[in-house]
């Protein structure tokens, strides 16, 4: 494994990382969104990820890549307010199945996820300076 593989497979870490975290501020965002262009709530959504070039006999990933952005198709949480123009005859309001709290851990993860690439790529970084260092004499 080559000094720019840790490069770039940190990187592409970096940019699944942070198309994740995009998508999961697009959920808390949309966590009160009773009405979407489709109709009917906010569908929380999810990033999916595979590792590409990965092979079990060697032990090297050459990437991570984003495989899919998936929807949670699971039910909308059913509120009970008669008062809201959103209501059905029953007087219940289809709110989207966000909890902010499981939105918000999964943001902190990312964002260390993150981090610690970013902290790969200086270590990378520090090994090339200290190399030419060295070469220098």
């Known amino acids: 494994m080559g000094f720019f593989d840790s490069i770039n497979i940190a990187s592409s870490g970096m940019n699944a990382q942070r198309l994740r975290?995009?998508?999961?501020?697009?959920?808390?965002?949309?966590?009160?969104s009773v009405k979407?262009?489709?109709?009917?709530?906010?569908?929380?959504?999810?990033?999916?990820?595979?590792?590409?070039g990965y092979s079990k006999f060697s032990n090297i990933l050459k990437?991570?890549?984003?495989?899919?952005?998936?929807?949670?198709?699971t039910p909308?949480?059913?509120?009970?307010?008669?008062?809201?123009?959103?209501?059905?005859k029953d007087g219940y309001v289809a709110y989207p199945n966000i909890n902010p709290v499981v939105e918000m851990t999964n943001?902190?993860?990312?964002?260390?996820?993150y981090q610690a690439n970013v902290s790969v790529m200086d270590s990378a970084k520090q090994m090339a300076q200290a190399a030419l260092g060295v070469l220098r004499g």
Do not use: H
């Open 107 to 113: 943001l902190i993860d990312a964002m260390r996820t």
């Open 21 to 32: 975290m995009n998508i999961i501020s697009a959920n808390i965002a949309n966590a009160d």
């Open 63 to 73: 990437k991570v890549k984003v495989a899919d952005v998936v929807r949670d198709d």
């Open 76 to 88: 909308p949480k059913m509120v009970y307010d008669p008062s809201n123009p959103m209501a059905d």
């Open 36 to 52: 979407t262009k489709e109709g009917g709530p906010y569908k929380r959504r999810d990033v999916i990820f595979e590792a590409s």
